[in-house]
């Protein structure tokens, strides 16, 4: 079984799509996706579908849905070899919920960590030009925001953002290794549309600001730092982080090296990396 949720929700079975257009069911199998092969409990599934005030036939309701799966299952099971496998050994039934067994195929997300993950080592081994083109293949992998065509409760919502902040890790360091390459010209129209989305983000405005600079607009980065100040200040009551200050303090002075390459030296993990998204 193949496995996207980094975009629209795909799940194919001998490559014939088992993902079913109707909402309920849909939803169903978005979160057993997110967790394939790992049991989700009937209780999870059951508040994800209908919240804190589930209808009294929440549970034969739920069996309707699953049912409705299995037969998608069970069609695509047709176009394969294996003539032993049923909808029940893929879509399981075990004690107190479901589990959907991939059987050894791509599950996206998954790919994306591993991918992701080369990535962060060669960055950690300062091959920058290696750790560049392992992000960018890790982050080839998104075509939209995860599970964008699904209408999610808070168990997938919550799915969701957690996949949106290790995208933007990997984007920040893919960026980060781009600007140690020498490569600031290259960045500054992705980077131009990066601060406009993400408006409150702070390295990525702190790699604009560093990328406008080496690229000899020391006003335009200036003005990057006021206009992000200007929007912590008045939505959220803050200031901008110490690392950023000194990097506008830094290109001030027309000193920008010493500052770290992106500009943010406590980058993702600094607590002040995503004020907020959006």
Request: neutral net charge.
């Amino acid at each position: 079984m193949d496995i996207e949720v980094l975009g629209a929700l795909s799940v194919r079975e001998n490559g014939v799509s088992i993902t079913p257009t109707a909402p309920k069911p849909r939803h169903v199998l978005a979160l057993l996706a997110l967790h394939a092969d790992q049991v989700v409990s009937v209780n999870l599934l059951i508040e994800e579908l209908w919240g804190a005030t589930p209808p009294r036939s929440a549970r034969t309701t739920l069996q309707t849905y699953i049912l409705q799966l299995r037969v998608l299952i069970a069609n695509a099971l047709e176009h394969g070899e294996d003539e032993r496998c049923t909808a029940k050994d893929i879509l399981t039934t075990l004690p107190g919920g479901y589990r959907l067994e991939t059987r050894g195929g791509t599950v996206d997300y998954r790919e994306f960590e591993r991918r992701a993950g080369a990535g962060y080592r060669a960055m950690d081994a300062e091959d920058y030009a290696g750790a560049a083109r392992r992000l960018a293949d890790a982050l080839s992998l998104w075509t939209g925001p995860a599970l964008a065509d699904v209408q999610g409760g808070s168990r997938i919502d919550t799915d969701a953002r957690r996949l949106e902040e290790s995208r933007l890790c990997a984007l920040d360091q893919r960026i980060e290794a781009d600007l140690r390459l020498g490569r600031h010209r290259e960045l500054l129209s992705e980077l131009t549309v990066l601060v406009n989305r993400y408006r409150m983000h702070e390295s990525l405005h702190g790699q604009f600001m560093l990328a406008l600079h080496r690229s000899g607009r020391r006003g335009e980065a200036l003005k990057v730092y006021q206009r992000l100040r200007t929007t912590l200040v008045s939505e959220l009551g803050l200031e901008p982080s110490a690392a950023l200050s000194r990097l506008q303090r830094s290109i001030l002075m027309a000193h920008p090296e010493s500052a770290a390459p992106s500009g943010v030296p406590e980058s993702p993990a600094g607590g002040r990396l995503v004020a907020r998204v959006g």
